[in-house]
């Protein structure tokens, strides 16, 4: 289960009304992804709201997540916080109930310093004895990783994968070009996924990929053939999704579409807001040409 690779969606977060986590829900998306051929799940990134979650949510949401993919497709379950401490906290417990990996995120209020930075990354994979994936995402975080700080990482046992979403392509290539083999990089949405499989990627973790899982297994399958011509029509079509979606908040619109395909998923956490009926519509008009 440690080799990585492929398709895995971010996992919305169904809540209901009372904060209770609609598990019924997140156990019937996750099988019918597994079903439409992805290499993952990774419940608790961007997509799954994880801050906005308390520690109670975010536990029933992993163990069911874990559960629901019963060793069918590795689970790499996200760990967040601004304290040292309870990220190590949260990577032992996602462990123990079975997580496949680590997705470890940076949570800052003070800025802190690339030594800062790196050490809180270095404990969570002290911590565990599972494959950690390191994300940046330069959008919502206060302190970024520097290349320098990257390269470290890297030659931790543990850390084998990056996920970048600073949509800086060029970004990509200089970590291929300075970690090599020893940290593999996964796209996020905010790339073009085909082109950064061309140039060395092993896949995407994103939340776009839970409202359209065949079409995204499609691309990667027609990428790892080499097919680039087919692979870039599909990723044409595909990148519409991006285009509305970049335009709201990205769990509303997760959610918004995977309400439209029948899942009873609930709106964002407050302070979010759900789509307007308006926006909505532009969501679904998105979907709708994807079939």
């Known amino acids: 289960m440690s080799d ?14 009372d904060g209770a986590v609609r598990t019924n829900v997140l156990s019937r998306l996750c099988d019918d992804l597994i079903g439409a051929g992805v290499h993952g ?20 949401v992993v163990q069911t997540t874990i559960e629901a993919a019963k060793g069918r497709v590795p689970v ?36 802190l310093a690339d030594a800062q930075i790196e050490s809180y ?4 994979a002290d911590a565990v004895d599972i494959p950690v994936v390191i994300y940046t995402n ?46 593999r990089v996964f796209s996020a949405s905010a790339h ?40 870039m029509a599909l990723q044409r079509r595909l990148w519409r999704i991006n285009e509305a979606f970049a335009r709201f908040n990205l769990a509303a619109c997760i959610k918004a579409g995977l309400a439209i395909q029948g899942y009873d998923v609930g709106d964002p956490i407050p302070p979010q807001g759900a789509l307007t009926v308006e926006q909505r519509k532009i969501v679904e008009a998105a979907l709708g040409q994807m079939s």
Not at 121 to 124: E, G, H, L, M
Request: aromatic share 8%.
């Open 76 to 111: 790499v379950a996200g760990v967040a916080s601004t304290s040292t401490a309870d990220a190590v906290a949260q990577a032992k417990a996602h462990q123990r109930l079975g997580a496949d990996g680590i997705l470890a995120i940076l949570e800052a209020y003070f800025p």
């Open 4 to 17: 990585f690779h492929g398709v895995f969606p971010y996992l919305v977060s169904p809540i209901d009304a």
């Open 138 to 183: 330069p959008q919502f975080q206060r302190s970024d990783l520097t290349l320098d700080v990257i390269a470290r990482l890297a030659e931790h046992p543990r850390i084998g994968y990056i996920k970048d979403a600073s949509t800086n392509t060029g970004r990509l290539l200089s970590i291929m070009n300075c970690c090599g083999d020893a940290l």
């Open 41 to 60: 799940l990774t419940p608790l990134g961007s997509t799954g709201e994880f801050a906005y979650l308390n520690a109670a949510q975010r536990t029933v």
């Open 121 to 124: 990354f270095r404990a969570i």
């Open 192 to 231: 073009i996924p085909a082109a950064v499989m061309l140039i060395g990627g092993l896949g995407w973790m994103a939340g776009p990929a839970c409202i359209i899982p065949r079409q995204s297994v499609a691309l990667y399958d027609l990428c790892k053939a080499g097919r680039w011509d087919e692979a």
